[in-house]
Each structure stands twice: as C-alpha cells, then as structure tokens.
C-alpha cells in the first residue's frame, strides 16, 4: 500500500521546467555576452548572417583618418582584413577631401547574432560608415554616443537631400574600388545619385556594379569585403549581376511596391530564434568554452 501512495505522489508532481542549455538559448544572448575576441588565429565561419568569428582584432576607438562611433555597442571588432580596408579608405578619403570616416558597427567580439540591430554583421567582414564626416577633433566618448549621422535621403525617397556633396560620390567610389571589396548597400536613391553623377562627369561605370540598392541605408553604406584568405568555412555570397545595376533594375526600387509595400495577409509571423543549431559548428565553441 505504501508504495502505491509513493506512486501516486510520483505521478501527481508538476513537471519540471526544462533547463535552459547553449543549444536551445538564443545564439544572440551567447555572443552578445562575450567581451573579448578568441585567442586564436583569425578565422571566418558561415555568412554573413548565420556566422561568427575567430580571432577578432578591435578596431582602435580613433585612428589615422577614422573615429569608431556607439563604443558601448562594443561592436568594433573585425576580421583584420576589415580593420586593414578602414585604414585604407580612410587615408584614401582624406586624400580626396574628406577629413575622416566614422565607423559604425562592424562585428561583435566574437562576431554572431547580435542581441539587437543587424541581421548580417556576423563574421566581421561587414562594416557600416556614416555619411557624415568626421570633425576635425576627436570626438569624446559621451560624444560618439549622441551623435548622428546625415540623412542623404530626401523626404520623397527618390532623390538626394542637400546633405549629399561631391566628397559623398567620391568616397563611396573609392570604397567600391577597393579590391577586397564585395558590395556596398546603399538606399536606392543614393545608388540613383551616384548613376547619374558617373554619367555626367564621364567616369568609368566598372564599380557601380559593387553598389546596390537596399532598404534604409540612407544614413551610412554598407561595405561587405570578399571572404579572406584562410577562411575555407567562409560562405561568399554570389557576385553582384552583370552591369552597372542602373538599368531597370534600379527602377523598380522607386515603385509603389517598394516604397509602400502592402503587408501579408493572415497573422504576423514571428521569426524563429537562432540558435547554436544554426550556426556552423565552428561558432560552438566560442562561446561555449
């Protein structure tokens, strides 16, 4: 009899609730947590939006040509084939003028789903500058953080805003030249903006093919570099299609369509979590250790 009663206690307990592990918790709560790169060689695993990052290098708060912005992000870290591109265009933007790029978010420590922001930026090959240029003083911390970058976008979305100078086509140009260079997203009317420029001083169209249209991007562009050496876990993404991409193509992005689209019918649906499951298994452990 005793043990039938044990039996029925047994069986009449709640559940427990299930203990929360690295597989099922949200990957962006995992590196959004970690303060410090790996101690490890650099390497790339993923894409750019399901991916992270060995062997980070932290892009230095201010540099020869460049002040990294939002610093409480903590979102400055990179491949150094980034940290080694900033360098370059910001000695190539001071040279035409521009008197330094502010960096926006490139990667976390780790790199990884971020807990807020970016779907992309996961692998420390995607960096954001803003479209204002730098003072000529380096900025104070508090500074970094209230600060705002210039809206290029006129209100109609269709055309440029008088914020946009010569210095913008010119520094833009120079990014998309770079040959470790994969795409720079920009918001449509800026990618208008710069086929109408190269038309009408006669430059060489070549690099408008690096440059596409996106939503938003009307503060900052969006450069993401080609997968680097030593990477083999690196996933590119397919190249950009043939032509300058100031055809009908870019039309489009002016429609009805894309500027006011019509939301699905039925209820909202709610994007799944990603989780370690989702990642290479590279990204295991970096936060896992």
């Not at 790029?101 to 971020?114: C, E, F, K, S, T």
């Not at 690196?234 to 009805?256: N, V």
Request: net charge positive; proline share 10%; hydrophobic share 40%.
């Amino acid at each position: 009899m005793a043990r039938s009663w044990l039996l029925l206690i047994v069986l009449t307990l709640p559940l427990a609730a299930p203990v929360a592990s690295a597989e099922t918790e949200p990957a962006k709560r995992l590196f959004g947590a970690v303060a410090d790169p790996s101690p490890q060689a650099p390497e790339v695993f993923g894409g750019y939006s399901k991916g992270c990052l060995a062997g980070a290098m932290r892009l230095a708060p201010t540099g020869e040509g460049w002040q990294a912005m939002r610093l409480s992000r903590n979102r400055n870290f990179g491949h150094p084939s980034m940290i080694a591109f900033i360098e370059r265009l910001s000695t190539a933007a001071q040279a035409i003028g521009w008197p330094g790029v502010l960096v926006g978010d490139i990667a976390q420590p780790r790199g990884g789903p971020m807990l807020t922001g970016h779907r992309s930026h996961q692998t420390g090959i995607d960096a954001d500058f803003w479209m204002r240029p730098a003072p000529d003083r380096e900025l104070t911390r508090q500074e970094r953080e209230k600060l705002s970058s210039f809206n290029v976008v006129a209100p109609d979305r269709k055309s440029l805003s008088q914020a946009w100078t010569p210095e913008h086509y010119d520094v833009i140009r120079a990014a998309a030249e770079d040959l470790g260079v994969a795409r720079i997203f920009v918001n449509a009317a800026i990618k208008q903006g710069l086929c109408e420029q190269a038309r009408d001083r006669g430059d060489d169209r070549g690099w408008l093919r690096k440059v596409r249209p996106w939503w938003g991007h009307d503060h900052h562009f969006h450069v993401r570099l080609h997968c680097p050496p030593g990477s083999p876990g690196c996933q590119a993404q397919d190249p950009p299609p043939p032509g300058d991409g100031c055809d009908a193509t870019l039309a489009w992005w002016f429609s009805d369509e894309a500027l006011n689209p019509k939301p699905k019918p039925g209820p909202k649906k709610v994007r799944k979590a990603v989780t370690l499951a989702d990642l290479p298994e590279a990204c295991r452990s970096l936060v896992t250790r």
